[in-house]
């Protein structure tokens, strides 16, 4: 199991064990019922979906997702773990966004709130 895998193994459990994290999902959601988020690596395609009860993450391709992440496991583990900017990754070419990039400024808000809660 990959870096990233186990990171977002991590992120998921805590987000579905906290109330309050849950609370921040609801908002980030509004009224939808849920995002899909789609990340492409070496590792294979993977989609996580957020609903107002929690994340899940699923091996596959799901066909519409509200945004999608191409890139290297490590680049996007250093994106998420805070040790690259999101935006030069971009620029650099080593990150490919399509679709709602907005999305990412939740899911970074989302991950620091889950970091913080675990210190």
């Known amino acids: 199991m990959s870096q990233l895998q186990e990171f977002f193994k991590f992120l998921i459990s805590k987000v579905n064990e906290k109330p309050e994290l849950k609370k921040y ?65 971009m620029k650099e070419g080593s990150l490919t966004v399509i679709g709602n990039a907005h999305e990412s400024n939740p899911l970074a808000n989302l991950i620091l709130q889950v970091m913080m809660s675990a210190m």
């Open 25 to 89: 999902l609801a908002e980030w959601v509004g009224p939808y019922d849920g995002k899909i988020l789609q990340v492409f690596t070496e590792d294979g395609p993977q989609y996580i979906v957020v609903t107002k009860d929690g994340m899940s993450l699923h091996d596959g391709i799901y066909p519409s997702p509200d945004v999608t992440y191409k890139a290297s496991a490590q680049t996007l583990l250093n994106i998420f773990t805070g040790e690259v900017p999101f935006k030069q990754t």
